[in-house]
């Protein structure tokens, strides 16, 4: 049996995974995107390390498109098999993936436009046009493939093949995957984390244990870092606000995943104005695609934790409150742009690569009474990363836009586990597990989290190469 790296292997994005059984049964975990925007991960997003007509199945640890936002090009290119997942992450990726279409539609267009200025420059590099990844027309041949399942139970996918997913905490049907597989009468346990979510985090359960396994695929986002405790979190949170919106009188931009983190922030914020805490301040999410997200968290209770379902006795909708609003509309976005009210606005994308996030950005950043919060993990070649990294100016829409907002980072908002709340997830396999391979992690934080591990016990780590394939024996 072999697993062979062909996503997300020294990087954070475009998780894949290809398990390939002596018998040739082939296996792939996840078919992320990659997200960065620039021309080295559309080509990586056009290309496989693998024939997509040979595979077999697929299995989703979660919804997040950097670990799905490939699947309907698999299907386009040739895949007929079926896709395994939680019953919340197939609900989720119904929406994300037709967001994720009408992007690639609209980015494709924009790419075409500006070549279509710069005929000698396409001549001469010999540019072509982009077509998109897929189309929302490819989103139903994808959605009919997928079977859902509950978590805890062992369910057999293939005759050498049983398949288990655990609750793993980072996202609305988020799971740990847990396989089975026999070869010639024995059987070899494999573990993928997905991503691993919190402990003591508000509106899912807490990451169930990781199950037993003889090799496991870990990620590694936050493998060098440790998170801030939730009481200073929430301090801090009203800090950055109340010095934005009441002292400034300025907007508070928070760029945030349309699913899960928008939630979280929306359910934070929704438990302060209950409890007083809150200012009266207008607060706008500004993304269609949180809207139909917020529906599907609704409608999924079975993943809330206690804390969550006790708020619900007290305040029916958690995720609403009298000076919330929701913007769908473009008008009602642009809007928003003009206004110079005080305000707090939730806006996708986290890693500001794309999306109504760029336009509050364009309007509000040369700005000195303007906050931008970030609250989450941003690819350092992303507009996100490179406002992380310290730049004095970022380029929207072909303008350079100085930076004279105030920058702020809070990563305990992260739902990706710090180092050693993974070593915690870990614990019960620490010393049966023969060799444990990094991937979803920055290279040089995989280094460091590849020795903290060594420290706390776990021998045989790994960090692979994109493409490495790697034999694995009973």
């Not at 929302?136 to 057999?156: L, N, Q």
């Not at 934005?244 to 945030?256: R, S």
């Amino acid at each position: 049996m072999k697993i062979k790296f062909c996503g997300a292997a020294r990087n954070v994005t475009g998780s894949s995974h290809l398990i390939t059984l002596d018998s040739g049964y082939k296996i792939l975990l996840d078919c992320g995107l990659y997200q960065g925007g620039g021309k080295a991960d559309w080509i990586s997003n056009n290309d496989w390390y693998f024939d997509p007509r040979e595979i077999d199945c697929l299995i989703l640890s979660h919804a997040h498109i950097d670990h799905t936002g490939r699947v309907p090009k698999l299907v386009k290119d040739g895949f007929s098999g079926c896709i395994h997942s939680t019953h919340a992450t197939r609900s989720l990726c119904a929406i994300m993936l037709l967001d994720s279409a009408k992007i690639q539609e609209r980015e494709a267009e924009y790419y075409n436009k500006r070549l279509a200025k710069k005929k000698k420059k396409r001549k001469k590099k010999n540019l072509k046009k982009r077509e998109p990844l897929y189309t929302s027309k490819d989103i139903v041949p994808a959605m009919e493939k997928y079977r859902a399942y509950e978590y805890d139970k062992w369910i057999k996918i293939h005759d050498q093949v049983e398949l288990r997913f655990n609750d793993a905490g980072h996202l609305l049907g988020s799971a740990s995957v847990n396989l089975k597989i026999t070869e010639g009468g024995k059987t070899i346990r494999l573990g993928f984390t997905g991503d691993i979510g919190r402990p003591d985090r508000p509106i899912l359960r807490d990451p169930q244990l990781m199950e037993e396994s003889d090799y496991l695929i870990c990620e590694s986002t936050y493998g060098d870092k440790e998170h801030e405790s939730n009481p200073e979190q929430t301090d801090r949170f009203l800090q950055i606000i109340r010095e934005t919106c009441i002292e400034n009188k300025g907007k508070l931009l928070i760029p945030a995943f349309s699913v899960g983190r928008t939630q979280e922030l929306v359910y934070m914020l929704d438990k302060l104005e209950t409890n007083g805490k809150l200012p009266k301040i207008p607060v706008y999410v500004d993304s269609p695609l949180s809207v139909n997200a917020t529906q599907v968290f609704g409608a999924h209770p079975e993943c809330f934790d206690n804390a969550l379902n006790e708020y619900l006795l007290i305040d029916e909708n958690p995720f609403g409150f009298n000076d919330l609003k929701y913007v769908r509309s473009v008008d009602e976005s642009k809007s928003l742009n003009a206004s110079k009210e005080a305000a707090i606005i939730i806006s996708s994308s986290g890693m500001m690569n794309a999306g109504r996030i760029r336009h509050h950005m364009f309007n509000n950043l040369a700005n000195p009474n303007t906050t931008l919060l970030i609250v989450g993990y941003c690819s350092p070649d992303t507009a996100g990363g490179i406002i992380k990294a310290g730049a004095e100016s970022i380029k929207l829409f072909g303008e350079q836009i100085t930076i004279n907002a105030r920058i702020e980072l809070m990563h305990s908002f992260s739902a990706h586990a710090d180092r050693k709340e993974i070593v915690k997830f870990l614990k019960p396999i620490k010393k049966q597990v023969k060799a444990t391979f990094l991937v979803h992690g920055e290279y040089d934080t995989q280094k460091k989290f590849k020795k903290y591990l060594s420290k706390n016990g776990f021998s045989n780590v790994n960090i692979p190469e994109l493409g490495e394939e790697i034999e694995l024996k009973p």
